[in-house]
């Protein structure tokens, strides 16, 4: 433990922690379990995804191919390139590079919005065809009402990534401020690595919601 | 009795600071856990108030004193604040948040800011859903079943709903701060087997918060949606299936009553040793049984829904699951009993209240069995015979266990004593209290009075006035320490730091504890319960 003394006085120190290592632990091991209440949160939208798409697999297949592959598609390569560069700024603040931890944290961000952008084109579209479930919707076919179904379900899954992303938009613009103000250094660049946790989870939400939504009997349309 | 200094610490954490906002801001566990007692306790008395209009109704057969449309309201509301604004928070939130950090040598909780803005949370969740009810009310039983919920109602059930979602997060927040603390903050020495029963039951009702809450925080979310947009997830004429409502809402609602109990479980361990003066009979098995009530209480959800159309093997399936869950709560209440078999019973309020809280426990554990039986279920479905089963478990078994701890802790919080013989009679009179409002529900439900209404036949009215009177007698079993707390506050005579002579880091600092809670980290070097090695000063 002597090797820890030299961190008592660290300004990041809190007064509840006896080491840094402490704090550090702590407070990772509080980001996986509030991940872990994120899963069973969208744990009860997949439930209800699961139902409906084994009641009205038809429905399913029609609703999914009303959203636009093209736009989800790009969106997914996006988001997944934004992991990438999440990545690259927590191994920057462990390194001890705050010029290019505060970089790579700006391309995630732009990367998160350009996704939030593509995203809202979607959402107009939808209004524009009147497919957004309500009174207001309006769609041909036998299966209107369980596609309306689909889509409500789109709308809350899709919404609720959505705001994740806007949040963690807004998170990383504070960490990247801070790690502009120096506030990290190998010794100490929890926040970061915690926000990357976070920023990853989302992406990885979307790696489901992509399949589930905009891929339901794709291949059978095309054949 | 005990001799002690007559003047309590010159500096503890009530006094080191003062005005509101020295308590507003404050990042200390223990000044947190008075801000959830003072706001539990007024939801406490809110719910009781709503109670107390039930049971004035319900004295007469006939529908005279409210309408029907207000009774709803009231026993809905009555749920959902003793529930979420009351039963969920309360040990966790009050006891768990002041005396987990001081039970393993810890300065505080791992992140006290969100300690705090997890009573905030709480509080902005508890205004809007008062919000509720001050602007009407809402009607749906505290269980919100869809589609009258979302199709039907025309109450705040929005209003309400958004209450009981942000509210969930506070609770969220509470279970995850103290998992973190339970794994990284222990003090030297202090191995998972040598931890308090009390923690290892926070620790299994935190499991339950941060894995459960969320699934009704976005089961409460679509019904918002349901309502204000008219999608169709839960409705049938929009084909929707009611029943997923009814599947998500009981996956955390079950479990939920282990959130109310477990805690108090905790606290049933930490007492027994205390006055028996002996280890925990099999340490190891009520640790452990904690956590296997926490997972079997996430496996039998679907026995509330066995006459809203299941198949007969997922009936079978959950009622063999339920069944199971009394394997580890028999496990404890045997325990405990042997725990006292032969102790040194130093028969104290806190003990009466524990005793109350085995008696009561047993009961409506083992009428939880007659429900967990498929078959027996559907006779007695929706009866006064569940409502009576869910308050021993819930009234008798939750709440005597926190007026248990409060009065085992009370010297520990705030440095004085309450007065032990006014506590012996409170313990007594919600034991009658209790009993005589309850044990008549189980006979009217078994008669098959259904619950949730405001009239019934006139041969039900004499079990239904017992109940009412039995209310009357609980309420004020209730006031009673609510006037002697206060009253010690004052004039209670001071405690010492230990005034049982118990075991536990919480024991060896001053009453009122510092701030810091230790002058210098403990190291632990013994088993949780070593009164065999204690010299008892008492006289």
Request: hydrophobic share 40%; no cysteine.
């Given at each position: 433990m002597s090797n820890h003394v030299a961190h008592v006085h660290h300004p990041a120190l809190q007064h509840q922690f006896e080491t840094l290592e402490q704090q550090q632990e702590s407070a990772t091991l509080g980001m996986w379990l509030f991940l872990v209440t994120e899963i069973m949160f969208f744990g009860g939208l997949f439930m209800a995804y699961l139902l409906y798409r084994i009641w009205y697999p038809q429905a399913w297949a029609e609703g999914s191919l009303e959203l636009d592959i093209v736009l989800g598609g790009v969106n997914t390569a996006v988001l997944i390139g934004s992991s990438l560069t999440m990545a690259l700024a927590v191994r920057a603040a462990q390194t001890g590079a705050p010029r290019a931890t505060v970089a790579w944290l700006l391309i995630t961000i732009a990367l998160g919005l350009t996704f939030l952008v593509i995203k809202g084109f979607e959402y107009a579209h939808k209004f524009e065809m009147h497919?957004?479930?309500?009174?207001?919707f309006q769609f041909e076919g036998p299966h209107a009402r369980q596609v309306e179904i689909f889509l409500s379900l789109y709308f809350a899954m899709t919404g609720l990534h959505a705001l994740h992303m806007v949040i963690g938009v807004g998170l990383l613009s504070v960490i990247a401020w801070m790690a502009h103000k120096r506030r990290f250094s190998p010794e100490w660049y929890a926040p970061v690595e915690m926000s990357g946790l976070y920023w990853h989870f989302v992406d990885i939400v979307w790696i489901f919601l992509f399949p589930l939504l905009y891929l339901v009997d794709r291949a059978h349309h095309f054949a | 009795m005990i001799t002690t200094t007559s003047l309590l610490p010159r500096e503890h954490y009530l006094n080191i600071r003062y005005g509101i906002l020295s308590w507003l801001l404050t990042k200390d566990h223990k000044r947190i856990a008075l801000l959830y007692l003072i706001s539990i306790t007024a939801f406490f008395f809110l719910g009781g108030l709503f109670a107390v209009l039930i049971r004035l109704e319900l004295a007469?057969?006939?529908?005279?004193?409210?309408?029907a449309d207000t009774y709803n309201r009231m026993f809905t509301m009555h749920g959902v604040v003793m529930v979420f604004f009351f039963l969920i928070p309360?040990?966790?939130?009050?006891l768990g948040n002041f005396l987990l950090p001081m039970m393993i040598g810890a300065k505080d909780l791992a992140f006290p800011k969100l300690n705090l803005l997890s009573w905030y949370i709480f509080i902005l969740g508890g205004v809007i859903t008062l919000w509720a009810v001050v602007v009407g009310g809402v009607d749906?039983?505290?269980?919100?079943?869809?589609p009258y919920s979302t199709a039907a109602s025309n109450t705040n059930v929005v209003a309400t709903g958004v209450g009981v979602f942000i509210t969930g997060f506070s609770s969220i927040l509470t279970g995850l701060n103290f998992i973190v603390t339970i794994h990284r903050m222990r003090a030297p020495g202090l191995t998972w087997f040598r931890l308090p029963l009390f923690v290892w039951a926070h620790y299994a009702t935190s499991l339950i918060q941060i894995l459960g809450t969320p699934v009704i925080a976005i089961t409460v979310l679509l019904v918002a949606l349901e309502r204000a947009f008219h999608i169709g997830i839960f409705d049938p004429a929009l084909g929707g299936d009611p029943v997923l409502f009814q599947h998500l809402f009981w996956f955390y609602s079950h479990p939920a009553v282990y959130i109310m109990i477990l805690p108090s479980m905790g606290v049933v361990s930490e007492v027994v040793a205390c006055f028996s003066r002996k280890?925990?009979?099999g340490y190891s098995f009520v640790a452990f049984s904690s956590l296997a009530i926490a997972v079997f209480g996430f496996l039998v959800w679907a026995h509330h829904m066995f006459?809203?159309?299941?198949?007969v093997y997922a009936a079978m399936i959950f009622s063999f699951l339920s069944f199971s869950v009394a394997i580890p709560s028999a496990v404890k209440v045997f325990n405990w009993t042997a725990t006292l078999y032969r102790g040194a019973i130093w028969l104290q309020a806190p003990l009466l209240f524990v005793f109350g809280f085995i008696g009561l426990f047993t009961i409506g554990g083992l009428t939880g069995l007659f429900l967990a039986a498929a078959g027996l279920d559907v006779h007695v479905h929706d009866t006064y015979f569940v409502v009576a089963h869910f308050h021993y478990i819930m009234v008798g078994g939750a709440i005597m266990g926190y007026m248990a701890g409060l009065h085992f802790w009370w010297p520990k919080m705030f440095g004085r004593m309450y007065p032990e013989g006014w506590a012996k009679f409170a313990a007594l009179v919600v034991f009658v209290g209790f009993n005589l409002t309850f044990f008549p529900q189980f006979i009217l439900g078994y008669l098959g009075m259904p619950r949730r209404y405001y009239a019934y036949p006139e041969e039900f009215q004499v079990l239904n006035v017992m109940s009412s009177a039995g209310a009357t007698i609980l309420g004020v079993g209730y006031l009673i320490p609510m006037v002697y707390f206060l009253w010690s506050l004052r004039y209670g005579r001071v405690a010492g730091p230990n005034p049982w002579s118990a075991t536990g880091l919480e024991w060896t600092t001053q009453s009122p504890p510092l701030t810091e809670n230790f002058t210098t980290t403990p190291t632990v070097t013994e088993g949780a319960y070593e009164y065999s090695k204690r010299e008892m000063k008492v006289v």
């Open positions: 497919h957004v479930p309500g009174p207001g | 007469t057969p006939a529908g005279d004193m409210l309408s309360s040990i966790p939130a009050t749906t039983g505290w269980t919100f079943y869809t280890n925990v009979f006459v809203a159309g299941m198949s």
